[in-house]
Structures are given as structure tokens and as C-alpha cells.
């Protein structure tokens, strides 16, 4: 038994979605159990140890757990969203997907240079978003300090890719394989 088994119990796994070969690490049902939500926000909080300024919660459950968290700590809430959704004038990062790619955004008056961000997502597997995240964040002129996931895939590198970029990683649990 290690730490985080007990919220890891409530995560469910429903193979081959949305496509076959993945196994989805659902956290609808985390969400939905009273303590593994109030144990899965304090948590996280509790694993920040540098002071920080701002969450940004990537869209969509990155809002979540990012409120929340952003609740905890003392702090407001920075939204990354997909192209489209903000009305303000925005700054944007593409970044690759399997197929194809993808575009994230973020209010360009958001951020006053020089503010200290965590990054906040349900899950890194291999860190193509969360990276495309902190460029968003770094051309905002934020310091991006730290990032955290309630659950990280190792296998696929995200974690320690993020690390290599001087990114402070944590998460409260491990899944094997994608
Ligand atoms: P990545 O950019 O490869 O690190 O993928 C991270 C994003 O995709 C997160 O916003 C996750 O919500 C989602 N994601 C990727 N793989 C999974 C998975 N196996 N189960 C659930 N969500 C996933």
C-alpha cells in the first residue's frame, strides 16, 4: 500500500476509449465520492512547497482540480482553453498531437510578468500538453514553477520531460503503461 492507494481505488479504467490500445484513467468517479475529492484537493495543496502566485488549470479538468486547489493555496485561477472559448484578446501555442495538432490559449493581460504559476491538470501522460501549457504561460512573461497532475503515466516520459525544463513535478499517483 503506498500513499495515494486509497484515491487511486476510485480512479476507473475503461479500456480502449476513445480509441483501442488506451486505457482511460477516469476520474469521474473520484470526483463523485466525497473524501476522495476533499483528500485528492488537500493533497495536492499539500505536496506545494514553493510559493507561488497564480493556478492555471488546463481545460477541462484541469479547472477542477485547479479551482480548488487555487482555493486551497490562497490564489486565483489562471484558464488555458482551447482555441475559441475566451473573449478577450488572447496568445496562443500549437503543439503536435498523434495526429495532427492542437492549439491552447490564454488571455494576453492575464498574467503580470514575473508571477509564479503551477500548472494543474487531471493527468500527464506524455506531456505534450502541459509543455505546450508552460510556453503559453512563459511567452505571458510567467515564471512557470511548478506543475501538478493527480495522476502522471510515467512510461510515457511527460513527467521528466517537464522536469528537464526545470519544472517542479509532482503527482499523488502512478498508472502503468498509456
Ligand atoms: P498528454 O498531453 O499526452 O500529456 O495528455 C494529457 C491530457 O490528455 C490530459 O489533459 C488528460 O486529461 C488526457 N489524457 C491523456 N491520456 C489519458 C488517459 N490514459 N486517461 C485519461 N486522460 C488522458
Redesign the pocket.
Known amino acids: 500500500m503506498t500513499a495515494n492507494d486509497d484515491l487511486k481505488a476510485l480512479v476507473r479504467t475503461i479500456p480502449d476509449f476513445p480509441k483501442p490500445g488506451?486505457?482511460?484513467?477516469d476520474i469521474t468517479t473520484l470526483l463523485l465520492d466525497p473524501r476522495g475529492l476533499s483528500e485528492t484537493v488537500g493533497r495536492l495543496a499539500a505536496l506545494q512547497r514553493d510559493p507561488i502566485d497564480v493556478v492555471a488549470g488546463?481545460e477541462a479538468?484541469g479547472f477542477i482540480f485547479g479551482a480548488a486547489v487555487a482555493r486551497e493555496l490562497g490564489c486565483g485561477l489562471l484558464l488555458i482553453r482551447k482555441d475559441g472559448k475566451l473573449p478577450g484578446a488572447t496568445i496562443a501555442v500549437d503543439y503536435a498531437l498523434e495526429y495532427g495538432s492542437d492549439r491552447i490559449v490564454m488571455h494576453e493581460d492575464a498574467l503580470v510578468p514575473g508571477q509564479r504559476v503551477l500548472l494543474v491538470?487531471?493527468?500527464?501522460?506524455?506531456?505534450?500538453?502541459?509543455r505546450a501549457a508552460m510556453r503559453l504561460i512563459r511567452q505571458a512573461g510567467g515564471i512557470v514553477s511548478s506543475a501538478t497532475f493527480v495522476i502522471d503515466?510515467p512510461e510515457?516520459g511527460?513527467a521528466d520531460a517537464l522536469r528537464a525544463e526545470g519544472v517542479d513535478v509532482t503527482a499523488l499517483m502512478a498508472f502503468d503503461g498509456?
Do not use: S, V
Not at 488506451?22 to 484513467?25: D, K, L, M, S, T
Not at 487531471?122 to 500538453?129: E, F, K, R, W
Open positions: 488506451i486505457q482511460f484513467r488546463i479538468r491538470d487531471d493527468l500527464i501522460a506524455t506531456g505534450g500538453t502541459a503515466l510515457l511527460g498509456h
